[in-house]
């Protein structure tokens, strides 16, 4: 059984804050890796893709891919209250895409 | 970006009735659609694939014959709830897959949320 691993939170950081949202998978072959942040009674939207291992960067967002270590992790720098939600670690591979259970982010004013 | 549509947003439906949920790629052809169950609080899940002009792929545990979908045309795909029950209320999402754009990026649509009385 393929496995997308996420830690189910609640992950609290004041405003201003970095938050480090952290995801494992247990498909060595996997090779594109997505961030999707949900609002609460919201679907998810995407917030990054990532596919080669390194950082890679937009905006207050940092995504980062080690392959090795079969972990993707997401920054957010500078976080904001609208930040809270549940964020989503997903993998693709072989035509299968895979969500982690969420983290749960509250940022507090 | 790729635009996902469903419709209806939220349903109301009497035990025992059908209920039909529209799930349309707006600015891109989607050979591949899903189809997501979400209950409060939990996550995602996957209840079928969708491919355009075959049958869908259910996962383990899900009912085809209560989960009826039809992947019509590249822009369409839906999903009937027959005779719905209260246990069915729930979030239902799609999404789908911009093979052409080059990746295997998932868009979801809005979701509609469906409470069966």
């Known amino acids: 059984q393929k496995e997308v691993e996420q830690n189910s939170g609640p992950l609290s950081v004041p405003e201003g804050a970095i938050a480090s949202l952290n995801c494992t998978y247990s498909?060595?072959?996997?090779?594109?890796f997505f961030w999707y942040r949900q609002y609460s009674g919201k679907s998810p939207e995407l917030i990054m893709s990532i596919y080669s291992n390194g950082d890679k960067e937009d905006g207050r967002f940092t995504a980062q891919l080690n392959k090795a270590s079969q972990y993707v992790s997401l920054l957010i720098r500078d976080s904001q209250p609208s930040d809270s939600a549940t964020y989503l670690c997903a993998v693709f591979d072989n035509n299968d895409m895979r969500f982690g259970a969420g983290t749960r982010l509250t940022v507090k004013p | 970006g790729a635009v996902v549509s469903q419709h209806p947003s939220r349903v109301i439906c009497k035990s025992g009735t059908s209920v039909k949920i529209e799930c349309r790629s707006l600015?891109?052809?989607?050979?591949?659609m899903f189809w997501y169950r979400q209950f409060p609080k939990q996550s995602l899940m996957l209840m079928a694939t969708s491919n355009e002009g075959s049958k869908a792929t259910y996962e383990q545990g899900v009912e085809k014959d209560k989960f009826l979908i039809n992947h019509a045309s590249l822009t369409l795909s839906t999903l009937t709830v027959t005779s719905a029950h209260p246990e069915d209320s729930s979030f239902y999402i799609c999404?789908?897959?911009?093979?052409?754009?080059?990746?295997?990026?998932?868009?979801f649509g809005p979701g509609t949320r469906l409470l069966v009385l």
């Open positions: 600015d891109f052809q989607a050979t591949t």
């Open positions: 498909d060595r072959g996997s090779q594109s």
């Open positions: 999404s789908a897959d911009d093979l052409a754009g080059g990746t295997e990026t998932q868009y």
